[in-house]
């Protein structure tokens, strides 16, 4: 799928070796990883979820028809939970079940349990919901949501109303400049994870055992802990083999998590499977949100920016869910890696009658970062300048200050991000070769495009200091050492990656290095497996215990200070044998002198950016809009790449879901709200046809606060293909799409608007 540049010295590019092999990867190509629907227990029961049908109502009444032998079902409803009838997230306006009042199609309302699954639909189809409609009708969109004459979901149908402002817009637009102005959208995408979401619930020993496909174990455990009333040690959260995330296991597994718990609880601690078939999954769960951002850009003659003023807006859905989080980092995105003096970003969360969209790979900056890059691309053509000129003008460099306020330290070189980008892709003889291909009106044009970007790592701004991460080592008598985190692995390699550091930290062999299972009864709470926090801040942290449990191995077991690995294991059995099992812990250390005001969005929002530049190719056949994506290149400078190989295929992925976000990946909601093309045969994503040659280069300045220099690269590829493919479909076609996905109707119609 992807090429990789090597022996570069002018940019420092990684060479994809000394890779060791995935800890994951044996289990998986074997096929005995052991995935949710691959366990089963004896008496299990399998659910099934029956719901509401209209975007927003009351529930009247449930009757259940009578030639049904309920007593062989196990039933849930709202009346049947123990603790508080809520789903515990930033706020608790989520029910678990649906009492009366409910905010749109899709709201669970009753579980059926029985051992055998093909009696689940005879059950649902026997059991009668009597809705009652809201008197007013549904809110679908961010400016039906806005405007004073609708349905008032929550106050003004506004979740969050962020400002993020540095020197005066309104000052400088008084100024001599060039404007320009635009409106963009983005649609709706579908995680669409190779794996569905299932959970299965049993009581053990009288501990409420969950375990399932998620990324956040101890997200979940605080769920079932808020809606069952038990006590946190009679809770415990296990980890499934996860086909995939992307955020979309963020939260809801607390939903289904609860949902199986209810039922064996009702069951008498009967093992319960709740697991959601495609169809269901995609209809249900959140996706990313829609956004619609109005952008003013304001520049001198010479192309300097004067100002950047954005009013940017998501649809969160029916309940707040994670939108907040989506929100800011959207905000703090929104004005792209650029020295600018004078900048607005209003950024708001708007409730509508959708089921609640939530977080999805970027969450937030896919969607803002679009909206510049393709405005910036509008502004130079107002200039009269070439895009990547005006971009190498404006881009941050050490010593500037950030659109949040935060000073660029360290050896970070956008300018030679660049250079290599357009020097791999040959960016300006391809500029000149498009352009004499596209006078020769054949059936086709061609055009090339780009993006530049950055994207923060972790927890945005104090948001690390409150997760209080923890994380730690265990080792045995032969000096195997186990990483205990409750980060999970969900196919981006963290096991690797994870390993890969603890080895370098004590100076072992990889192999001797394992992850144990997250299991909330046995590792600490590491934070959630989102954010690219994973490298940066838990790999920080295990570096921490690595240097605290050598420091314990000199202190007590006699490890001289320079050892190979028999020494270390020896040292390891001495220990053991003095004092048992060894475990270490250790706290998330918070960059000092690193601050930020919520209120005023301004300080230090992130303690690393990864920063990039993507280049994108394409040919768009004129007659029928389609588009051919030619090659694709990838530069990102990371600070440092622990494992080349796992490094490389993050981007890659990113990368082609950043394809189906751009071109392929159309959400269409029907008349409830709900996702109405949910089977993968009408919802399309990229094939391996679709998909282009990728280069994917690294630079290395070991800027990043994560182990030897390390920032998170997880969520950047995500930002910059759909911008930078816009950009080139623009470019070939002399057009001015503004929102994506760009389907091929959208292209022919674009094309139509030049012409008239």
């Not at 090597?6 to 005995?32: C, I, M, Q, S, Y």
């Not at 003659?301 to 807006?313: N, Y």
């Not at 040919?619 to 809009?625: F, H, L, R, S």
């Not at 009408?682 to 220099?709: C, K, M, W």
């Amino acid at each position: 799928m992807y090429t990789s540049m090597h022996n570069d010295d002018r940019f420092g590019t990684t060479l994809l070796k000394d890779a060791p092999l995935r800890k994951d990867g044996a289990e998986k190509v074997r096929g005995t990883a052991r995935y949710v629907a691959d366990i089963s227990y004896p008496g299990m029961l399998h659910a099934a979820t029956l719901r509401t049908r209209l975007p927003g109502g009351t529930v009247v009444s449930i009757r259940f028809d009578d030639h049904v032998p309920w007593n062989e079902y196990v039933v849930v409803t709202a009346a049947d939970i123990p603790g508080v009838n809520a789903v515990k997230m930033i706020e608790t306006d989520q029910p678990v079940l649906v009492e009366t009042q409910y905010r749109h199609a899709g709201e669970p309302v009753v579980l059926v349990a029985h051992p055998e699954p093909r009696a689940l639909a005879c059950a649902l189809a026997a059991i009668h919901i009597e809705e009652r409609p809201c008197a007013e009708p549904p809110v679908f969109t961010i400016e039906e949501a806005l405007r004073l004459d609708t349905r008032r979901i929550v106050a003004d149908n506004v979740y969050r109303d962020y400002l993020m402002e540095k020197g005066s817009v309104m000052d400088a637009e008084n100024g001599p400049c060039r404007v320009f102005e635009g409106e963009y959208h983005t649609g709706a995408q579908e995680h669409l994870y190779i794996e569905p979401q299932g959970m299965i619930a049993r009581v053990e020993d009288g501990v409420l055992t969950v375990e399932g496909s998620l990324q956040c174990p101890y997200y979940v455990h605080a769920a079932l802990v808020y809606a069952t009333g038990l006590p946190e040690e009679r809770v415990r959260v296990l980890q499934c083999a996860t086909g995939g995330a992307f955020g979309g296991k963020e939260e809801y597994p607390s939903h289904i998590a609860c949902h199986a718990a209810l039922l064996t609880l009702k069951a008498g601690g009967r093992p319960v499977a709740l697991i959601y078939g495609r169809g269901e999954d995609m209809a249900v769960t959140p996706k990313r949100h829609p956004s619609r951002s109005r952008v003013r850009l304001g520049a001198s003659h010479d192309g300097r920016l004067r100002f950047i003023d954005i009013d940017f807006a998501i649809d969160g859905g029916a309940y707040l869910t994670l939108s907040p989080v989506v929100l800011s980092r959207g905000v703090i995105h929104a004005a792209g890696p650029y020295r600018c003096d004078n900048i607005r970003v209003r950024g708001r969360a708007v409730a509508t009658s959708h089921p609640p969209f939530g977080a999805f790979r970027g969450f937030g900056a896919p969607q803002s970062i679009f909206a510049l890059e393709a405005a910036l691309d509008g502004l130079a053509r107002v200039l009269g300048m070439a895009p990547d000129v005006l971009r190498r003008r404006n881009v941050l460099a050490p010593g500037d200050i950030s659109p949040a306020g935060q000073g660029i330290e360290g050896p970070v070189d956008m300018q030679r991000v660049i250079d290599q980008a357009l020097e791999v892709c040959g960016y300006r003889t391809k500029v000149e070769a498009y352009r004499r291909w596209n006078t020769q009106q054949g059936a086709t044009r061609k055009g090339i495009g780009l993006a530049t970007f950055y994207h923060g790592a972790g927890f945005t701004g104090n948001g690390e200091l409150a997760l209080r991460s923890r994380a730690g080592l265990r080792v045995g008598p032969k000096g195997l050492v186990e990483i205990l985190t409750s980060t999970t692995e969900m196919g981006q390699g963290m096991q690797t990656t994870l390993s890969r550091i603890v080895a370098e930290a004590l100076r072992i062999p990889y192999e001797g290095v394992v992850v144990a299972r997250p299991d909330t009864r046995d590792v600490p709470n590491s934070g959630p497996t989102v954010a690219s926090r994973t490298c940066m801040v838990v790999g920080a942290i295990l570096t921490q215990a690595a240097h605290d449990l050598m420091a314990r191995l000199c202190a007590h077991a006699m490890l001289p200070s320079a050892y190979d690995y028999d020494e270390f294991r020896a040292a390891c059995a001495r220990l053991h044998a003095a004092e048992g099992v060894t475990t270490v812990i250790a706290d998330y250390r918070h960059p000092p002198g690193s601050k930020w005001d919520e209120s005023t969005f301004q300080g230090s929002p992130y303690a690393s950016f990864a920063w990039a530049c993507y280049v994108a190719e394409v040919e768009v056949d004129v007659a029928t809009g389609e588009v051919c994506i030619l090659d694709f290149t990838a530069v990102q400078e990371v600070g440092r790449v622990v494992h080349p190989t796992v490094a490389a295929g993050q981007i890659a992925g990113g990368v082609v879901q950043g394809i189906g976000y751009a071109l392929f990946e159309d959400v269409q909601f029907g008349a409830d709200g709900q996702m109405a093309n949910n089977r993968v045969t009408n919802y399309i994503i990229p094939t391996s046809a679709d998909i282009p040659p990728i280069r994917v280069l690294f630079q290395e300045s070991r800027h990043g606060a994560g182990p030897g220099g390390a920032a998170g690269i997880g969520e950047l590829p995500m930002d910059g293909p759909a911008p930078a493919i816009i950009n080139a479909i623009n470019a070939a076609l002399g057009t001015d799409i503004r929102h994506v996905p760009a389907m091929p109707e959208h292209i022919l119609a674009a094309m139509d608007r030049r012409c008239s």
